[in-house]
T-cell receptor
Framework: GENVEQHPSTLSVQEGDSAVIKCTYS??????FPWYKQELGKGPQLIID?????GEKKDQRIAVTLNKTAKHFSLHITETQPEDSAVYFC?????????FGTGTRLTIIP | DAGVIQSPRHEVTEMGQEVTLRCKPI?????LFWYRQTMMRGLELLIY????????DSGMPEDRFSAKMPNASFSTLKIQPSEPRDSAVYFC????????????FGPGTRLTVL
């Protein structure tokens, strides 16, 4: 089955700086790569996703890049703000079933 | 739409008791997923349904766990008998085919088994 690895497990950045979280996947047939944000006491919420026919996607301060050859994808958050503090999960799928990474706890230092 | 609704939000029970967690998916969604989240194992998929039919229950840890979806607007996850190692946050999520695979998560049920 699919295996998704995520790094780092924790990340602290100064407010205004950029944050990057990286994931690798094992199944070359995977074609959908979402990123979820989980705030304390809440369920994960989709923030951005990318499909295998696209190399990069941006939505305001967040962007995701995908390298199919290397089987890795990354989340980039620019101009970080205190409200970006949360746990972020990457995931991969080739159908309706998602396999999640282990999560990155991002802390924005004011 | 109110989103995915889960109840109860918190459950504290004693070892050996039966626990039932409930989920109402978003109206019109035809997939329903049950996940378990722990610090040690992260987010694990337990089982998922398509049009009320269980498709893959390979993530259900053991026979003590069972899930049902009697209709399109309701699902239950039951643990009988419960054990302390079942303590976790249980999430329900729903999606619809043609919806770009996006899964919408509920707020979760925090289960503590003493």
């Amino acid at each position: 089955g699919e295996n998704v690895e995520q790094h780092p497990s924790t990340l602290s950045v100064q407010e205004g700086d950029s944050a990057v979280i990286k994931c690798t996947y094992s199944d070359s047939a995977s074609n959908y790569f979402p990123w979820y944000k989980q705030e304390l006491g809440k369920g994960p919420q989709l923030i951005i996703d990318i499909r295998s026919n696209v190399g990069e996607k941006k939505d305001q301060r967040i962007a995701v890049t995908l390298n199919k050859t290397a089987k890795h994808f990354s989340l980039h958050i620019t101009e970080t703000q205190p409200e970006d503090s949360a746990v972020y999960f990457c995931a991969a799928s080739k159908g309706e079933k998602l396999t999640f990474g282990t999560g990155t706890r991002l802390t924005i230092i004011p | 739409d109110a989103g995915v609704i889960q109840s109860p939000r918190h459950e504290v029970t004693e070892m050996g008791q039966e626990v039932t967690l409930r989920c109402k998916p978003i109206s019109g969604h035809d997939y329903l997923f049950w996940y378990r989240q722990t610090m040690m194992r992260g987010l694990e998929l337990l089982i998922y349904f398509n049009n009320n039919v269980p498709i893959d229950d390979s993530g259900m840890p053991e026979d003590r766990f069972s899930a049902k979806m009697p209709n399109a607007s309701f699902s239950t996850l039951k643990i009988q008998p419960s054990e302390p190692r079942d303590s976790a946050v249980y999430f329900c999520a729903s999606s619809f085919w043609g919806g770009a695979n996006e899964q919408f998560f509920g707020p979760g049920t925090r289960l503590t088994v003493l």
